[in-house]
């Protein structure tokens, strides 16, 4: 007899404990999004309201956005620096580049396709070119991006 009382007075003392530090211990707050997040996510809504036929728009705006004097290449340096190690600041900030992306992906999947521009990739192949090499313009001197977006601009562009 002693010996079921004393499981069960155990028993009652690990699960008391167990709920107070299951109250104890509120839910992590969720992390608030880096001003590059923000950046990237605003350049991703701004591509989205664009047309279809608006490719020489979105190749201004990706400029503008990625340009060597603009804020949005130093914040993402900043970003992914301050989040070596953490991986969800490293997915977020992967996502909101992937927006970025599809966005122009669905830009270039209306576009018409030359054989020249097309390459015979698919719109999703030809968007990440497209945004690599105006991820580029940042460290390209000011004076060349002009030529690097009209070169794009000739890339992308169909043949008629």
Not at 44 to 71: C, F, I, N
Not at 120 to 130: D, H, L, P, Q
Not at 144 to 149: F, N, T, Y
């Amino acid at each position: 007899m002693k010996r079921r009382k004393t499981r069960r007075a155990s028993r009652r003392k690990t699960k008391t404990r167990r709920r107070r530090v299951a109250r104890s211990a509120p839910p992590p707050a969720p992390p608030q999004p880096t001003e590059a997040e923000r950046r990237l996510l605003a350049l991703a809504r701004d591509l989205s309201a664009l047309h279809v036929d608006a490719l020489p728009q979105a190749l201004d705006l990706l400029a503008e956005a990625y340009g060597p004097e603009a804020p949005l290449p130093s914040e993402l340096h900043r970003a992914w620096l301050a989040g070596r190690g953490n991986k969800t600041a490293v997915l977020a900030l992967a996502w909101a580049r992937e927006q970025v992306r599809l966005a122009l992906e669905e830009i270039l999947g209306g576009a018409p396709v030359s054989s020249r521009a097309g390459l015979g990739v698919s719109a999703e192949t030809r968007a990440w070119i497209v945004l690599a090499a105006c991820e580029a313009l940042a460290h390209e001197p000011p004076s060349a991006v002009p030529d690097r977006i009209r070169a794009l601009a000739e890339f992308t562009r169909p043949l008629r």
